[in-house]
């Protein structure tokens, strides 16, 4: 049973399309991540939310918006996709609290802008 | 500079061989987390340590906050141990992950 599960896996899309990545999690957690894995594999986070709040948005462009319905999903929305935002997108998720702090990785989407 | 550095960027090795990757940080760490990450993509949590020494099998990573390092070690490593591995810091009353650049790990049979 998957813990954190994100759709879709690929993505190819043209430049200037809106797309959204969703990401679940079935693990109870309060805190959902997005982290952004560029060409040469550096991992940064985005955005983090804890129970829908948003608690982290790191200098991301204003085309990325995260949603978080309820504290199981955070879905990411990207406006007018350019070259520059092809890369991998992680969700993650954790339970902050007392000696919980371990990180569940989603597989991760790829998405190529064409 | 990032506030999260890893050594070797890259290592390849002989099957059987000791394999240690470094990783220090900057002040302020609550907890390190070491990362696996295969080359089918997908990211999975090794460890996290915020002191002395943790083991999984064949794996052993350690933490020395005195000298703001950690180190991942694998013993008897096997080709099916080559991926990236990663280490990433939890900033106290941060509530977010700083990565290191990763380390690729390639076992030759």
């Known amino acids: 049973d998957t813990a954190v599960s994100q759709t879709p896996k690929y993505l190819v899309t043209q430049m200037g399309n809106d797309k959204s990545i969703k990401c679940e999690q079935n693990?109870?957690?309060?805190?959902m991540y997005w982290y952004k894995q560029d060409s040469k594999k550096f991992l940064k986070i985005m955005f983090s939310?804890?129970?829908?709040?948003?608690?982290i948005n790191e200098t991301v462009p204003n085309r990325f918006s995260p949603k978080s319905p309820d504290k199981a999903h955070l879905n990411l929305h990207i406006n007018s996709l350019e070259l520059g935002d092809s890369a991998v997108y992680f969700c993650?998720?954790?339970?902050?609290?007392?000696?919980?702090?371990?990180?569940?990785f989603g597989q991760g989407t790829r998405l190529t802008v064409v | 500079k990032n506030e999260v550095e890893q050594s070797p960027q890259n290592l390849t090795a002989q099957e059987g061989e000791f394999i240690t990757i470094n990783c220090s940080y900057s002040?302020?760490?609550?907890?390190l987390h070491w990362l696996q990450q295969h080359p089918g993509g997908g990211i999975v949590s090794l460890f996290m340590?915020?002191?002395g020494k943790k083991k999984h099998g064949r794996l052993i990573a350690t933490i020395n906050i005195q000298e703001k390092h950690s180190s991942l070690h694998i013993t008897a490593s096997h080709p099916r141990d080559s991926a990236v591995y990663i280490c990433?810091?939890?900033?106290?009353?941060?509530?977010?992950?700083?990565f290191g650049q990763g380390t690729r790990l390639t076992i030759n049979p």
């Open positions: 340590l915020s002191s």
């Open positions: 693990l109870g957690h309060d805190t």
């Open positions: 993650a998720s954790s339970q902050e609290g007392a000696g919980a702090l371990d990180a569940f």
């Open positions: 002040v302020g760490i609550s907890a």
């Open positions: 990433a810091g939890r900033f106290a009353g941060a509530q977010k992950l700083v």
């Open positions: 939310y804890n129970n829908k709040e948003l608690i």
